[in-house]
């Protein structure tokens, strides 16, 4: 007679951030705290001036081919991408209802109780999909002072829909509305790059043969002592490019530029972009992948 042994598989608990804010602690643990030549803050205007990224406006990249507002955008594309590697996009195609609702998704899941976040909680392991608060998660290294929930969306086989919050209910959809519509976004900008390199309009989207999606999203509570920790910290992108949907005025995302940090002010309906590891290599360095962090806050 055969016997079968019954397994129990328990998901992990995440070890969330947000545990230590509804505590009261008024001081952060020693994981948090980064060496002090690693610290830093907001600055104030008078320290990174007048400086901004780009702002650009994309309606003219839908004009005719060889058209004035055409030729413009895409030399407003290659000075952003040689000089800042960073650049904010509007009337970028995707609509603002839709903006605004991956933004209010966002912020309902992470309005739930941690218990309720758990069901979503990532297996231990390196990037793995779901909610989870250490991103690489490696012995004795400074934790950052976020949550985070991280999804695979492209190709759709990638997709593990045990981990896609379903509350609040309309999450799903949302996402997946908005991975197609920055899909479809990100080839524009890769067609645009490739012309401005001297290549075919379809070479980088070619070059990718099937296109890699992923999305995280940034939840970064409220910190007791934000000099003392980071929200994120330095680092550049991999793979092609990242768009990023800020909240409006936010100035938490500061890039280098020139061996100064200098906050991003998010601009009204616009999406940030900023090349990334692979572009760079691709153009031999002509398109830059620029280093960036995210500053904690006591609000």
């Not at 645009?192 to 099937?210: R, W």
């Amino acid at each position: 007679m055969a016997s079968a042994e019954m397994v129990c598989v328990t998901k992990p608990r995440v070890d969330a951030v947000e545990i230590l804010v509804e505590k009261g602690i008024t001081s952060i643990p020693e994981k948090f705290i980064r060496p002090p030549e690693e610290r830093f803050t907001s600055p104030t205007p008078s320290e990174y001036g007048e400086e901004q990224v780009p702002v650009i406006d994309l309606q003219g990249l839908n004009c005719c081919e060889g058209s004035v507002e055409r030729e413009k955008v895409l030399k407003q594309l290659a000075y952003a991408c040689e000089e800042w590697g960073f650049f904010q996009i509007v009337n970028h195609g995707i609509p603002e209802s839709l903006m605004e609702a991956m933004m209010n998704v966002s912020k309902a899941f992470f309005g739930l109780s941690v218990e309720e976040k758990q069901a979503y909680a990532a297996l231990p392991g390196l990037i793995t999909q779901g909610y989870g608060s250490k991103y690489i998660a490696r012995e004795g290294a400074t934790r950052d002072w976020r949550d985070f929930v991280y999804l695979f969306l492209q190709p759709h086989s990638r997709r593990d829909y045990a981990y896609w919050p379903s509350d609040p209910s309309d999450f799903r959809e949302v996402v997946y509305n908005f991975s197609e519509e920055t899909l479809k976004l990100a080839k524009s900008l890769l067609g645009a790059f490739s012309l401005n390199l001297g290549l075919p309009q379809n070479y980088l989207e070619t070059f990718i043969v099937q296109p890699y999606q992923n999305m995280l999203i940034n939840y970064y509570p409220r910190c007791p002592e934000p000099e003392l920790t980071a929200g994120f910290y330095a680092h550049s992108d991999i793979g092609m490019a990242t768009l990023l949907l800020q909240e409006t005025g936010s100035k938490a995302l500061q890039i280098r530029k020139n061996d100064k940090w200098i906050p991003v002010l998010a601009a009204p309906g616009a999406l940030l972009v900023n090349i990334a590891d692979q572009i760079e290599i691709i153009s031999n360095g002509r398109y830059k992948s620029i280093e960036h962090r995210v500053v904690a806050d006591k609000d």
